[in-house]
Each structure stands twice: as structure tokens, then as C-alpha cells.
């Protein structure tokens, strides 16, 4: 299908629904009299701008992901004009069959798909003409308050984003924009701004309304709870707004938050002290370590309200909304699921979202598809949505790579997360870059695990093989928790759980730490097999240590990841005595392995057998920054 057939497909679809439609508003009237506005509202709106639908479909999605036609419900459909005054799209509000109010589905309002990319741009419900003065408001009910109580003609811009790129005609010379009050997200604040600096360029007077107060609202709500006068007196003292100036939904002029108001609240936990709840936690590891198996066994744990691995949390059962680009649903996360003991009644998997014209489906982007997702949370009331990986969902125009494209995309999730006090936690692969800090190897921009208030790491443990460790990256919001060990266990149809083994010692600094060939993980066994040897009778000076592993072949830098994963301790023993190294408490038995090759201990290779005052080795002067010991 060419552009233009597809287009002129759009388009037939946009004219069936519209004829279909009836200028009888007895159905209208009665919704929008239970929104709070009253019987006559729609006396003054033509019959060409606002209409009734009465068995319009509705699409969502099932348990897989897939569309599916939910129903037929009476809808109120409202033309969306461009700038040339021709219709781009239709704007859709669901309505109830059996009771005056919206129809009890995920989002009753919705947009079609308008009848060509960017034809919305500029465009708004234009529910009355326009004249020198206009008022803008994002939704159509909130206009129609705004009507209702000031006789001010005001078109309804669909949402903040469109509120921020309506499109006036010349004859409009005074601008009113009735922004929503968002406290959250402040996107009705934010995009009043850039309208208001956009028609103030014009040569345009601006009047910016926020409704007051520091909950969420629009001037509908104001409306309905006390009545057209605080309308009124906005908009007879509301002086023109000048670049700049603030917008708060608080009081006029009012800059920042006074933190007197502000009401503490406790951080409260999906699992202690390792996932918040309405936050964003970062799990990163190498492909193949078991991270989607882990949160597979968080979430099992989570549907049947048992405790978590370190025995912490546990009750009430909640939901588990799953989004993965990488395993299948039949093959892999149901099996690995039910293997844990999940409740899977209450999994919800969003491996698609509808496309707004209905049949055609979409992998799950971010942000766009942000609401889909709310919409999955509440269906099952879900406490943790897993996202996984998390940069197949990032939408094609951001960057992974960059930090101001990843903010803008993870500020919009974690809002959500925020607003529905779910636990959402990201996985993500390791990037190829060795050595550092651990909180810096995960893929993408710095911005991700920035944007979180926990990170956690999967990695091998140096110690076993067979094993894996759950460590702390980053832990804004409690102490770091200890690390766990784990083993994946496998049933006779190769379908893997965890079974979880304890604590371990090892953090993920020095996780990634431990090399990755068998040589260099050979080199250091021997340089801890030196170490345990040489300390187990006590302290040694560190000078003496150093020449033991010279004379055993040990370099310096594998002497100092040596002496990091046995965790020995360092210290200034007086002035005469200088550095001496000693092992940590329980760890003085013999070493596990064979002694170095070819290696044996020197005359001074006892305890404190050297005296003198050098400084520890591995200064700044002789290594890099890497390889200093601190």
C-alpha cells in the first residue's frame, strides 16, 4: 500500500465513524451533567463540532498481549480540526450502557488515528469560534466548564502536549490558557509555559490559569466542588502573563516548594532494602547469568505474598505485570513461572499494545505506551512490572546512549511508578568495557542508573562456578544490602528456578573485578593461595609480601585483586614497624589449593620479620588509577 492509499484508509475510517454518528445529545447531556456541568452546556456547541455514536468499537488487549474487540459502547465523538479549518482525526469518549458515567474500560478516551503522520499538530476540538479573545484548555469537559461559567469561547487542545502546539488564527489577539494543575509530572504547567512564550512571541496577550493547590485538578474539578465564582475571579484579576514569570498551581508567583509543607513520608519496600516501591531499580548482568530467572522468582514470590530471598517482606498476594522482548510466553516464562510457585491468575504480559485505529497491534514503546501499562497495573493491581530488556522498548527516536534522551523517557516512567506505587524494575545488559566501578557497566547512558533509586547486579561467583551473586550497585534510599548467593536448578524438562544459598561476601565492585579468562583466574588463585600461606600466622609487613610474589612470578596488579577478594587488611602498625597485611578475621586456615609453582618462602617470610618504615606499595607514582590500594 503506497502513502497515499494509505492515508485515504485513514481517512474512510475517520468518515464511516463520524457518519455513523447522530446530532440526537440526550446521551451527551446526561454524561456531562454527571461530570458537574450543567443541562444546557452544549446549547451553544454545533452539531458539526460535538456528536453521539451510539455502539462505537472498543479495542484492547487479552493475558498475551494481543488486541482484542472488548465490546461495542455509545461514545461522544468530537471533530479534531487543524489550522485550515479541515478535520485530522476524531477524539472518542467511551460511555457507559447502563449507567450515566464513562464505560468501564482501561482509557474511555482515546484519539483515531489521525489521516496522515503530524496532522494533529496544531489541531484542537474547536467547540466554539473564535474570536479576538479564546480561551485553550486540555480536555473538552474542562472547556466546557470554562464556557459554562465565564461565557469565554475556549477549544479543548486534547492534552498537555497539544495544549503546548495549538495553532490560532490571526484574529485571535487575547489567549487564555486554563492549564491542568499536574503536581506530579507538572506536564500542564510545563506546557502552559511554552504556549504562553510561543503566543507572547506572536505579539499575543496571555493569561495563564492554574487551578490552586498542590493536588492533581483541572478547572472542571473547580468548578464542581466550589462553584463559577473562583472561575470568575481568576478571570477578572489573572494579570497578562510576561516571559519568565512563574506558573504554580499553589499561589501566584509562587517559586519552588517550602519544604514546611512538605509531609515526610517512609520509603516503604517491594523487598527490603533492595526494590523500593514506586520506584525504579536497575537490575543489570551478563546475558545468560539467570537476571530475567531472578526477577521470575521476585515475581512468584510476589503473587503468592511470600518472603523474599533474605527472609524480609511477605503477605498480601498482589499482581505482576511482565514486559519481555526476550523469552517467549509458552516456552520460557510460563514454565519458569510456574516452576517458582507463581499465581499465575495474577501475571499480566503486555507483548503488545493496540494501534489507535484498532485491529493492527505494536510491540510495548516507551513512553508512548506508558498508559497501556498503567492500564495493566490496575487490572491486576499489580506491585511489580518488570521491564526486561529494557532498551528493546525504548522508543526509536531516543538514544540509549544519550543522557538527555534516557531522562526524558525514564522521568515519564518513574512518574508512574510514583503515581501507582508499583515497584518497576529494569533489566539491562552489561556493556563491553572491563574493569571499574560496577555502578558504571551497565549498557546505555549513565542517565538510567542515575534515574534509580536501587541497583542491583548479577555476576558469577569467583568462588564457585555453579554459583551466582545478587549484589548492590546503588542504594539511594537505605544502607546497601548484603549480597545473596544462588544456583539455578534445572527440572526434567530443563526448565530453570533459583534456589537461593545465603549471603556472600563478595560486593559487585569486586565482582567485576574478577577476570574473565582461566588464566588470569588461575594467576590469582595462586596469588590467594600465596596470601593465605604467607599471612596465616599473622601479620606480615607489606614490603616482605611484595617480594614473596615477585619471587612466585605474582605481579603486583593481580597481588592487589588478590589481596581485594580475600578482603586482607592493611594498616599502619606504629612508625617503626610501617605497613603490615594481615588476614580477616576466619580466614586463617590453610589455602585451598596447591602453593605456586616453584615458589618458596625466603628467610623473612614470617611474622612481622621486617621492620621498616616504607610506605604501602602501589602508590599513585607506580600504578594506575585502577591498581592503587587505598
Not at 426 to 448: D, E, T
Not at 512 to 535: F, G, Q
Not at 555 to 568: D, I, N, P, Q, Y
Amino acid at each position: 500500500m503506497t502513502p497515499t492509499d494509505h492515508n485515504k484508509s485513514k481517512r474512510d475510517r475517520l468518515n464511516k465513524i463520524w457518519n455513523e454518528t447522530t446530532d440526537d445529545r440526550t446521551r451527551l447531556v446526561e454524561y456531562l451533567s454527571f461530570r458537574g456541568l450543567p443541562e444546557n452546556v452544549l446549547d451553544d456547541v454545533s452539531g458539526q463540532v460535538l456528536r453521539f455514536h451510539p455502539s462505537l468499537d472498543y479495542w484492547d488487549t487479552d493475558d498475551q498481549g494481543r488486541p482484542v474487540k472488548v465490546g461495542n459502547y455509545p461514545a461522544m465523538v468530537a471533530k479534531v480540526v487543524g489550522i485550515d479549518g479541515k478535520a485530522v482525526t476524531l477524539h472518542r469518549t467511551y460511555l457507559s450502557a447502563d449507567d450515566p458515567g464513562k464505560a468501564p474500560v482501561p482509557s474511555p478516551k482515546k484519539l483515531e488515528t489521525p489521516v496522515r503522520d503530524g496532522a494533529t499538530h496544531g489541531a484542537a476540538v474547536r467547540l466554539f469560534p473564535a474570536g479576538s479573545v479564546l480561551g485553550l484548555a486540555e480536555g473538552i469537559e474542562t472547556a466546557l466548564a470554562v464556557h459554562a461559567a465565564t461565557g469565554q469561547h475556549v477549544w479543548a487542545a486534547v492534552s498537555a502536549g497539544g495544549l503546548e502546539t495549538v495553532l490560532l488564527p490571526d484574529e485571535v489577539q487575547t489567549v487564555h490558557l486554563w492549564a491542568d494543575n499536574d503536581p506530579t509530572s507538572r506536564a500542564g504547567q510545563k506546557a502552559a509555559v511554552k504556549a504562553a512564550e510561543r503566543f507572547h512571541n506572536e505579539g499575543r496577550i496571555v493569561h495563564v490559569h492554574v487551578p490552586p493547590g498542590r493536588k492533581k485538578a483541572d478547572w472542571l474539578d473547580v468548578c464542581v466542588k466550589h462553584g463559577v465564582d473562583p472561575l470568575l475571579e481568576e478571570l477578572g484579576t489573572r494579570e497578562p502573563w510576561k516571559p519568565g514569570e512563574a506558573i504554580d498551581g499553589t499561589k501566584r508567583d509562587a517559586v519552588g516548594v517550602i519544604l514546611s509543607e512538605v509531609q515526610p513520608e517512609q520509603v516503604t519496600w517491594l523487598w527490603d532494602r533492595h526494590i523500593p516501591l514506586g520506584k525504579l531499580t536497575v537490575l543489570d548482568g551478563d546475558p545468560g547469568l539467570g537476571k530475567s530467572t531472578v526477577a521470575f522468582d521476585l515475581a512468584a514470590r510476589v503473587t503468592c505474598g511470600r518472603s523474599m530471598p533474605d527472609g524480609s517482606g511477605g503477605g498480601q498476594a498482589a499482581g505482576v505485570v511482565i514486559l519481555s522482548a526476550e523469552d517467549g510466553l509458552a516456552d520460557t516464562i510460563v514454565p519458569r513461572l510456574t516452576a517458582a510457585g507463581a499465581d499465575r491468575s495474577r501475571v499480566l504480559a503486555l507483548a503488545s499494545c493496540p494501534d489507535a485505529d484498532g485491529p493492527g497491534e505494536h510491540p510495548p514503546v516507551l513512553p508512548a505506551d506508558i498508559p497501556y501499562i498503567r492500564a495493566a497495573i490496575d487490572r491486576v493491581g499489580a506491585r511489580l512490572v518488570i521491564i526486561d530488556p529494557l532498551m528493546a522498548y525504548l522508543s526509536g527516536d531516543t538514544n540509549s546512549h544519550k543522557d538527555q534522551d534516557i531522562r526524558r523517557v525514564l522521568f515519564q516512567v518513574a512518574t508512574m511508578a510514583e503515581d501507582t506505587g508499583a515497584a518497576l524494575l529494569v533489566v539491562r545488559h552489561l556493556n563491553k568495557s572491563g574493569g571499574g566501578q560496577a555502578i558504571y557497566r551497565g549498557g546505555g547512558s549513565i542517565g538510567i542508573i542515575g534515574a534509580a533509586r536501587s541497583g542491583l547486579l548479577v555476576a558469577c561467583d569467583p568462588d564457585d562456578e555453579n554459583k551466582r551473586v545478587l549484589a548492590s550497585t546503588k542504594s539511594n534510599l537505605s544502607r546497601p544490602p548484603d549480597s545473596l548467593t544462588f544456583h539455578l536448578e534445572t527440572d526434567p524438562e530443563e526448565t530453570a528456578r533459583v534456589v537461593w544459598d545465603g549471603s556472600s561476601t563478595h560486593s559487585a565492585n569486586t565482582l567485576l573485578a574478577v577476570p574473565s579468562t582461566d588464566e588470569e583466574r588461575h594467576a590469582i588463585d595462586d596469588a590467594k593461595d600465596l596470601l593465605l600461606t604467607v599471612l596465616r600466622d599473622g601479620p606480615v609487613v607489606c614490603t616482605q609480601v611484595s617480594t614473596e610474589a615477585k619471587s612466585a612470578a605474582i605481579s603486583e596488579r593481580t597481588l592487589r585483586r588478590a589481596k581485594e577478594a580475600l578482603g586482607v587488611v592493611s594498616r599502619k602498625d606504629g612508625m617503626a614497624r610501617g605497613w603490615v597485611w594481615s588476614l580477616p578475621e576466619g580466614c586463617q586456615g590453610l589455602p585451598k589449593g596447591a602453593i605456586p609453582t616453584g615458589w618458596t618462602p625466603s628467610g623473612d617470610a614470617g611474622n612481622l620479620r621486617e621492620t621498616g618504615t616504607e610506605p604501602e606499595p602501589f602508590e599513585l607514582g607506580s600504578a594506575d588509577p585502577y591498581e592503587v590500594l587505598l
